[in-house]
């Protein structure tokens, strides 16, 4: 797998998530100051709070989960990721089903230009009627892995990523071919700068 910015055996790509921009006003004539537009996610990592975990060996449980499974690239990532989860959320609603746990992404394959993942949500208990077409019932990964904490936007992760694969490189660790990323906050209400995101690294 590839990464964009860090050397080292491992190398991912991630994520650049889409920034929305609000759209000017145009061809109105106005006697007062036009307020500036929004300001972007922030593409500096916030810094970690205290007792944070950074590269904490666990063991990852294998998970029933209802997922979409799909490729993208990285400039449309956090859209293609929100709307499957958007689909997921709604199949399962439809089944009467309660998450069971925070909402992940298993980024399957990366390379320069995009991925492939399955974007899914635990549960409890599998549904019992047909699932939509681009979903599926399957396992979340198990085994060791390390486990590290992000805290902000989709556009600083690149920052986490780099700092992790330094720590892979400096423990002389091997990653498996994936990565896994459960967030904390719901992605699909939380605002960008807001994000908590665990980040686990299964390692051979």
């Known amino acids: 797998m590839r990464w964009r910015h860090a050397g080292g055996p491992m190398r991912f790509s991630r994520l650049a998530p889409v920034l929305l921009v609000a759209g000017s006003l145009a061809g109105a004539s ?23 975990p950074f ?16 490729s993208a690239n990285w400039d ?6 929100v709307e499957a989860f958007k689909n997921v959320y ?3 609603q439809k ?27 635990p549960v409890a208990e599998e549904p019992k009627g047909p699932l939509p077409e681009g979903l599926a019932v399957g396992k979340s990964p198990e085994g060791r892995a390390l486990k590290f904490i992000h805290r902000g936007s989709y556009d600083a992760m690149d920052s986490t990523y780099e700092a992790i694969t330094n720590h892979l490189d400096e423990k002389r ?32």
């Open 95 to 121: 089944e009467g089903l309660k998450p069971a746990g925070p909402a992940m992404t298993i980024y399957t394959a990366t390379d320069d230009t995009g991925f492939e993942y399955q974007a899914g949500v």
């Open 173 to 204: 660790l091997e990653a498996r071919d994936l990565f896994v990323e459960h967030y904390v906050t719901d992605p699909l209400t939380t605002p960008e700068d807001n994000l908590v995101i665990e980040v686990y690294v299964p390692v051979k």
């Open 55 to 70: 590269g904490e060996e666990v063991t990852l449980t294998a998970k029933t989960m209802v997922y979409a499974k799909g």
């Open 76 to 81: 449309s990532a956090f859209d293609t990721l």
């Open 30 to 52: 106005v006697s007062f100051a036009q307020a500036p537009p929004p300001a972007p996610p922030s593409t500096q990592a916030p810094q970690p709070k205290p007792g944070d």
């Open 90 to 92: 709604g199949a399962l």
